[in-house]
């Protein structure tokens, strides 16, 4: 029983918001990502806007390309609550 608590504990939500937004500083549109997901521009909108929670097989597809053009691994995936470095330009 600890040990399921000590993993729930650690589990965070990945913020698809950010992993979007990455995506879309990589010129990525919100067609062009619901055409790799086979789902409607609305749909990625309301993953966006945290209207909706992808499906889990949706999500994969999402951190695979958030992963493949950030050159990230998945499990550094935006989450909710994780902390991201800020970068401040000099000069």
């Known amino acids: 029983m600890r040990k ?3 993993f729930a504990a650690a ?3 990945v913020d698809w918001w950010r992993v979007i ?3 879309e500083r990589a010129q990525w549109s919100h067609e062009r990502l619901a055409a790799e997901c086979l789902r409607s521009k609305g749909w990625v ?3 966006k806007n ?3 929670e992808p499906r889990f ?4 597809i999402l951190l695979k390309i958030w ?3 950030t050159g990230k691994c998945r499990l550094e995936y ?3 609550g994780k902390r991201q470095p800020v970068r401040i330009a000099a000069g």
């Not at 097989?57 to 994969?60: A, I, K, P, Q, V």
């Open 21 to 23: 937004t990455d995506l």
């Open 67 to 69: 992963s493949d053009v």
């Open 50 to 52: 945290g209207q909706s």
């Open 78 to 80: 935006p989450a909710e």
């Open 45 to 47: 909108d309301g993953v």
């Open 57 to 60: 097989h949706d999500g994969l």
């Open 4 to 6: 399921l608590q000590r």
């Open 11 to 13: 589990e965070q939500r």
